[in-house]
């Protein structure tokens, strides 16, 4: 092949790729502009009907075209994440009357990944207890998105048979964000607690005793409270469950946690879950919470110190006379007393201005 | 055989390496857009889910600190901190490092938000050399601290005094005159969140503000810039920093998360010492430094990027300005790879040793060489008859129109994967920078880049100069946005 033909070929098809490139821009742009403006135009036919159909008893929607169903159906889905009462239940019978519902099963089973996600969204919008084996299903779908709105979805239809595939959904080949289980864990509500409370116990990965507690500290379950304590307190337990466990017990509050909290922040325990004790404690609060908090103060650990004073307040007056303590004593003790003590002040400032 | 044919052997021989290395320069970008734009078709089809929200809604989610260092930012401060205070995420606080400013950058925030000196403690947990002088809390109840420290003339020593007063577990290293998406935050900290146990850094996407209409500390209508020079550095910064620190992203090489928004992890932040004042490039070389010591311990780890989540920054539109930016940039690289240079092309740091490293010396610090030499040389052989016709028509074919190409395909992934709502003529204008930005600019930033590696080789210290700031515009028309 010669120079010459090497060159032609080059630059012919540099030039044509420009060409197209610039086309497709060309294309996409005007395409995406028309849709726009089209889908604006249905939306301000259909939006009223949707808003008088949540709000007014007697409402009914007229007959909307076959080809504008999608679109009603995400304006409709659209419009359940923001009401509540009767107005989504009015919006949740309008999708399963014209099935939604049963259209996402069936396309929890394509090939396409983003129209098995998407069903599964629509599935815990205005599914059934009847979808949730279903949607187990697809916590182990080939695809993350898949799993992540399955998960999702889980949560929003609150039933405790899908607490242990969720958990589960933390560990294997095709898992779920942390972050994803977690938020289904807490919207499937306060039925959750009784699974919670043996996966806490007999969970085989840590990843699962951990999210156990911290949703049982979420969902402020006092009656777990033995359990968190227990894990608390083992000392061949993972130190991310101790600190999850340490975490909960002060979200839940109760004063029979005091003690074994106390014991927690023994020198001998790990770093994050004395920092996680300290603050528990904080937020319990009482007087002997201060009592045991105050000697942190002098730790030689910053993080341990600062959590310790920055808890204090929380445990009211005996938190406040334990830090005034320290100011006088001095050095790195008094330095995080001080500092405590004047964030305390100035929240209680701004409390009384209001 | 004359001393012309030598001659004009080896400038032939020279000149189809430097075409070489032109396809194989250009290639390599190929293949990182051509990643890239998966990555963020899956990124943006995400985001119809809801995937943010659980971040948001998620009560036991890293708390996060944005610290934000400034010198002399008296006309955009009070706007920034007020937009950092007004992202949409749980639980965050905001860190003003106030190194040494000159003006008033301090007094109007301490009007703002009534700012009030209180005795915080804070640890050297990273080496500062600045003194800190006072910290302050708002009254107003605002989740934000402002350290009062004396300026070393380092933004990395403001940084880290930064990361020492701050207290949550992420941090988010922001420009003082950076404005954010209102969810950028929720965007760059998921990855933490999907997998807290490996990611240590994410970075996210840098864009040009100059000519956009920001309103209260948000970028509200987005528009090109005025100058040429904003405009071919909009696309640039779209090929580069968007799409190629994703396309390197999916290959887990990424090397360098801007200064401008970079998220971390505060352990392994602490962990390698905080940021080096004595690097210019000190963001390159902070992450240069994460990747080895993961590597080095053999730990499991992950450095992301988010295309979606954006920080909007100003760009210089004086040649002048963007001159001395870019040849700190380059200076930056040098050091950055001098510092590391046991890691270049050395197996054992994996993917960022063998492949990220070697590419960066030859294609970053060294092309501009090869670049100039190549213009240069073809250019000449074509004066005194030396070089065929048909091979510079061909040079010049590769070496421009398939840059060309990779500009132009970075706007139509911009088009098509993120469906802005941008007006037809900025679109034309963003395809017309895109040819602008290989014919001229380009040459121009390599001799730029050649004059930072020989101040680099030569050891010269050269500040940061002025950056002409126009502060933000309230509602203003783009036409009156630049001076």
Redesign the interface.
């Known amino acids: 092949m010669s120079?010459?033909q090497?060159?032609t070929g080059?630059?012919v098809a540099?030039?044509l790729?420009?060409a197209a490139?610039?086309l497709?821009?060309a294309v996409?742009?005007v395409a995406?502009a028309l849709r726009?403006r089209r889908r604006a135009r249905v939306q301000e036919v259909l939006r009223p009907h949707l808003v008088r159909l949540a709000t007014e008893e007697d409402a009914e929607l007229p007959i909307v075209p076959r080809r504008r169903g999608t679109l009603l159906e995400l304006l409709a889905l659209d419009m359940l994440?923001k009401v509540r009462g009767e107005a989504r239940e009015a919006l949740v019978e309008l999708l399963r009357d014209r099935g939604s519902a049963r259209d996402a099963a069936r396309r929890l089973g394509r090939p396409g990944a983003?129209g098995r996600?998407?069903a599964a969204?629509l599935l815990g919008a205005v599914g059934s207890r009847d979808d949730v084996a279903l949607l187990r299903d697809r916590l182990h779908d080939r695809n993350a998105?898949v799993r992540?709105?399955a998960a999702?979805s889980l949560g929003h239809l609150g039933d405790d048979g899908a607490v242990r595939p969720l958990v589960g959904a933390l560990d294997g080949p095709r898992t779920v964000?942390?972050?994803?289980v977690?938020?289904g864990l807490?919207r499937a509500g306060p039925a959750t607690v009784p699974s919670l409370r043996e996966i806490l116990t007999g969970w085989p990965t840590v990843a699962g005793r951990t999210m156990a507690a911290?949703v049982l500290g979420?969902h402020g379950a006092v009656e777990a409270t033995g359990e968190l304590v227990d894990r608390l307190g083992d000392p061949s337990e993972a130190v991310e469950v101790q600190a999850a466990a340490a975490?909960a017990l002060g979200r839940i509050g109760s004063p029979r946690a005091v003690e074994p909290l106390g014991a927690a922040l023994d020198p001998g325990t790990g770093q994050r879950v004395r920092v996680a004790a300290a603050r528990a404690l904080g937020a319990v609060g009482g007087a002997r919470a201060a009592g045991l908090l105050g000697p942190l103060l002098a730790d030689p650990a910053?993080e341990v110190a600062?959590a310790a004073a920055r808890a204090l307040p929380g445990c009211g007056s005996a938190g406040i006379d334990v830090l005034r303590a320290h100011v006088v004593g001095g050095g790195?003790a008094g330095?995080?007393a001080?500092?405590a003590l004047?964030?305390a002040e100035?929240?209680a400032?701004?409390s009384r201005a209001v | 055989m004359t001393v012309r044919d030598l001659v004009g052997d080896a400038l032939d021989g020279f000149n189809w390496f430097v075409l070489g290395y032109f396809v194989a320069l250009n290639t390599v970008y190929l293949v990182l857009l051509l990643g890239a734009a998966r990555d963020i078709v899956g990124q943006l089809?995400?985001r119809?889910?809801?995937?943010e929200e659980?971040?948001f809604?998620?009560?036991?989610?890293p708390a996060v600190s944005v610290v934000m260092p400034a010198h002399d930012e008296e006309p955009v401060i009070v706007e920034a901190v007020r937009a950092m205070l007004g992202l949409r995420y749980p639980e965050l606080e905001v860190v003003v490092v106030d190194d040494g400013s000159t003006d008033r950058t301090f007094e109007v925030l301490r009007d703002a938000f009534e700012l009030?000196e209180?005795?915080?403690?804070v640890?050297e947990?990273v080496p500062v050399r600045g003194r800190i002088r006072s910290t302050w809390?708002s009254?107003?109840?605002h989740p934000l601290t402002v350290v009062r420290k004396e300026s070393t003339g380092s933004k990395a020593d403001a940084n880290n005094a930064g990361i020492n007063a701050s207290?949550h577990p992420i941090l988010c290293m922001v420009d003082a005159d950076a404005v954010l998406d209102e969810d950028s935050l929720l965007e760059v900290v998921?990855p933490f969140?999907?997998?807290?146990l490996r990611v240590v850094a994410v970075g996210g996407t840098i864009r040009a503000v100059n000519g956009s209409v920001v309103t209260r500390g948000r970028v509200s209508e987005v528009r090109l810039p005025r100058p040429w020079v904003a405009r071919i550095q909009v696309v640039e910064y779209l090929r580069a920093f968007l799409l190629g620190r994703a396309g390197w992203a999916r290959l887990r090489g990424l090397l360098i998360i801007s200064g401008a928004f970079g998220v971390f992890r505060r352990d392994v932040l602490v962990e390698v010492g905080g940021y080096d004042p004595a690097s210019i490039g000190e963001d390159a070389d902070l992450v240069a430094r994460i990747h080895r010591r993961m590597r080095d311990e053999r730990r499991p780890y992950r450095v992301a990027f988010v295309s979606s989540a954006t920080c909007w920054t100003e760009v210089p539109e004086g040649l002048d300005v963007l001159g001395r930016q870019r040849r700190r940039w380059a200076r930056g690289l040098f050091q950055v790879l001098v510092a590391q240079r046991r890691m270049v092309a050395n197996p054992r740091y994996g993917r960022i040793g063998g492949v990220v490293m070697p590419y960066y010396l030859v294609f970053e610090l060294l092309g501009p060489v090869l670049e100039l030499a190549g213009v240069v040389s073809v250019v000449a052989g074509l004066a005194f008859g030396l070089v065929?016709v048909?091979?510079a028509?061909?040079f010049f074919?590769?070496a421009f129109?398939?840059g060309?190409?990779l500009s132009?395909?970075s706007?139509?992934i911009e088009?098509?994967g993120y469906?802005r709502?941008?007006r037809?003529r900025d679109?034309a204008v963003s395809?017309v920078a895109a040819v602008v930005e290989n014919v001229g600019y380009r040459q121009l930033h390599s001799w730029w880049r050649l004059h930072g590696l020989w101040q680099g080789l030569r050891g010269k210290d050269v500040g940061w100069g002025p950056m002409v700031r126009t502060g933000f515009a309230t509602e203003a028309p783009p036409d009156r946005r630049t001076p």
């Open positions: 120079l010459r090497v060159l080059a630059g540099i030039l790729a420009n490139l610039l497709l821009v996409h742009h995406a726009a994440r983003l996600a998407a969204e998105e992540a709105a999702r964000p942390y972050g994803t977690t938020v807490l911290e979420l975490g910053h600062s790195a330095a995080h001080r500092e004047a964030l100035l929240r400032d701004r | 089809r995400r119809v889910l809801t995937g659980d971040v809604v998620n009560p036991v989610g009030e209180v005795p915080l403690v640890p947990l809390v009254r107003q109840g207290r998921e969140v999907d997998d807290p065929d048909d091979f028509l061909l074919v590769v129109g398939y060309i190409l132009v395909a706007v139509a088009e098509v469906q709502d941008r037809a679109l395809l």
